[in-house]
Every structure is written in C-alpha cells, then in structure tokens.
C-alpha cells in the first residue's frame, strides 16, 4: 500500500530530465507534506482538549496550509520548489506563533521545536544548496522568540504541570519519530547508493580485484602462468543487420551476449570485455584453476550450442568464429577515471589469432590449448596455418567433449 502510494505520487510530479534521485526527493517531500498535516492534526486536538483555543486555531490553520501546499504542487509539479520552500518557511513562522501564545519557553511545551523541521527537511528532501535560506529563518525565529518571551508570558495559559508535561511530551514524541525516520532515510539512501557503487564496480572489475581496489590506490599488476583466454566474433555483421531498424539490432545482440554472460557465470570464468561484435573471455584470471582449458574449451562448444537454440531474425543466425589460446600473461587494472581489467602479452595476442584465421561455428585452437584438452576433448588438426606475426602453427579444431559430465550444470 505504501510503495503503491509513493509509485503514484511519483508518476505524477516526474518531468522528463529528472534524475532517479531528484524524483525521489520530489515525491518523498510531498508525502510528507500530507504526513506532516496528519501529525499536526494530532496536536490540534490535544491543545484543544486542554482548552488552549487560539493555539488550536493556529494550529488548524497549519493544517490547512500544509495541505493547500500539498495540492498545489500535486496539481502543478512545476511548482515543486517554490511551493516547498513556501510551506517550510510558513512551517518556522506558525511555530513561531504557537510557542508565543502557548507561554514561550518558560511554558515547558516545547512548541519552538517545530520551527527545526523545515531545515531538516530541506537539507534532506529539498536540497542542500537551499539549506541556507531556512537557516536563516530558522534562527531569525529563534531570536524573535527570546525577543518575546516576556509577552509571551504575560499571555500564558493557565494550565496544571501535568497538561503542560503532556503536551511537552507529544511535542517530543513526533519531532523524535520525525528525526528517526530522517535518520532511517538518510541511512538507507547511503547505503543505497553505496550498494549501487559497488554493484557498479562489480560489472566494470573482477570481484576481488574490486576488493584490492578499495583497499589500495596502488598499481594492480598481475602475472599468471597458465591462463586460457577466448575471443569469439561475429561473421559478417553488417549484411546480417542490414533488415532491421537499430533498436531490433541491438536487442538481438543483447539477447546473444546475455546469453554468453549466462555462461560465463555459470562456468566461473571471467568476461574481459564486449568490443561492438567481439566477445573476450579469460579462465584462471583472477583465481588460478588447474581446469582452465577444460571450462574454457566447454564454454566455447556451449557458445555455438546456444546460438542455435536463439531464434533466427529475418531467417538469419548470428555466426561466430571462437579462438583459444593458452599460456602466461599479465592481468591488470588500467585508467582512474573508468577503470578497467585487462589482460596483456603474447598468449592473449595468439588467442586473437585463433579467431581471425578459424571458420565460422568452429572453435580454433593453438598446440598450447590442444596439449591441455587432447585427453578431454576430440580434436581434428587443421595441420599448419599461417599466424600474423608468427608463421605457420599448429592448430586443431575442437570436435566435442570425450566425457560431458562434468560440464557447468
């Protein structure tokens, strides 16, 4: 019921261009306008069950401002920040009236605490810049009161220690709950916001390289010597998208990388980066694993397994070519002010290589890779082939897993 009225109030007074957080502080400012209104109608009827007549005027005219705020912002969320630095302000002036005529400090009804509302509520719904405009009021309202306190003691009600504790008391009680519930707030907007960062974080960095990063500015360099690393790339791209509008091409990819993500997951590898139609995976980095040809070689067979299973578009699949490499590199963190994990070093070079020179939905392995899987794995050779930069190689081409039980379930 709670959430149901915030997600109303928030449709109504978001305008396009506000942020999540501005949004939030609009909507929560404006319910508990309404609140507000309902905690001061809680000490209109006590003041007037104790007869103080003009304070339990003052208070309904309280209410009854509060609420036209209220509204006028409902019906013109344009109006939201002037109409509620309006409503705060008025908050400080009415209090001001109330401790006047309830006998002023020396009364022991604690009616000036309400002028130290409006600035909390600025400062934590409104915003901070305009914290300074209630300030003033605020203390402008506290001098006054101690400029009238002997007139507001000529007009003090008379009432018995016990009424006059009580309603101290109430006072007490609601500001107390207010400032709890600011507190709570707070607390959970920080936290909030810390568990957004961290998840952030997460997507961009390996977890305990995040770990390490919060922990030390220093240089994050890594050396690995049995690492297998994958790249996978779409084939002909540009014919395959030709028929479809941007918005159907970019649900396709996501539709297939997240599928990859899945994998990757669910394999325990780790997802080095997506260049536009280029898929880059690593196994052993940043936790060394004795199996890290093995996973990789299962996750490349399930890659080309799951991209037979995804609809075709326009009568068209994705095509892939998966390269795999094994062998030393370095893995590391680069940039400050987007960071990200990269891995560097002729093994990763040659994992490029196996892509580029393999076929289409066949996955391209070196003689380092096929020397860790040949008792796991059937292989054919493809015998000698051509390597940018590094002459003919042996290469093979993975056929299918020897034994599948123990492929990520």
Not at 208 to 222: G, M, V
Not at 272 to 300: C, K, L
Not at 346 to 359: C, F, H, L, P, Q
Not at 388 to 394: F, I, V, Y
Request: with cysteine; net charge negative; charged share 20%.
């Amino acid at each position: 019921m709670i959430m149901r009225i915030y997600d109303l109030v928030e449709q109504r007074l978001a305008l396009p261009g506000d942020s999540e957080t501005f949004r939030s502080q609009k909507t929560i400012s404006t319910i508990l306008m309404f609140v507000g209104s309902f905690f001061t109608l809680i000490n209109l009827f006590t003041f007037y069950a104790f007869g103080l007549t003009t304070a339990s005027l003052i208070y309904a005219g309280l209410v009854l401002f509060i609420l036209v705020g209220g509204l006028i912002i409902v019906a013109s969320p344009r109006l939201w920040l002037p109409v509620g630095l309006l409503v705060m302000i008025g908050i400080i002036a009415f209090a001001l009236a109330l401790h006047v005529v309830s006998g002023g400090f020396q009364s022991g009804m604690e009616e000036a605490i309400w002028m130290l509302l409006s600035p909390i509520v600025v400062a934590l719904f409104i915003g901070r810049r305009y914290v300074i405009i209630t300030l003033v009021f605020y203390v402008l309202g506290v001098v006054t009161a101690a400029y009238l306190e002997p007139f507001a003691q000529t007009i003090a009600p008379e009432l018995a220690l016990n009424s006059r504790m009580r309603i101290a008391a109430t006072n007490l009680i609601l500001m107390g709950v207010i400032n709890i519930l600011a507190i709570v707030y707070l607390v959970g907007r920080v936290e909030y916001y810390r568990q957004r960062a961290e998840d952030l974080l997460l997507n961009m960095l390996p977890g305990p390289i995040a770990a390490r990063l919060k922990e030390s500015s220093e240089t994050i360099a890594d050396a690995y010597d049995e690492v297998t690393v994958l790249f996978a790339d779409m084939v002909g791209s540009t014919p395959l998208f030709a028929d479809l509008d941007p918005a159907e091409a970019v649900d396709w990819l996501n539709e297939v990388f997240s599928m990859f993500d899945d994998l990757v997951e669910a394999y325990g590898l780790e997802k080095i980066r997506t260049i536009g139609d280029n898929y880059m995976v690593a196994s052993g980095v940043p936790e060394p694993r004795e199996d890290h040809a093995q996973t990789m070689a299962h996750f490349a067979l399930e890659m080309l397994r799951g991209l037979q299973e995804i609809p075709p578009r326009n009568g068209k699949r994705m095509a892939f070519r998966v390269g795999i490499n094994s062998g030393p590199l370095v893995a590391g963190v680069i940039g400050r002010a987007k960071y990200q994990y990269d891995l560097w070093g002729d093994t990763v070079n040659i994992a490029s290589r196996m892509e580029s020179t393999g076929a289409v939905g066949k996955v391209h392995i070196s003689q380092a890779t096929y020397e860790l899987l040949k008792d796991d794995f059937a292989c054919v050779s493809r015998g000698q082939t051509p390597i940018k930069g590094r002459g003919e190689m042996a290469t093979w081409y993975i056929v299918a897993e020897r034994s599948r039980g123990n492929k990520a379930s």
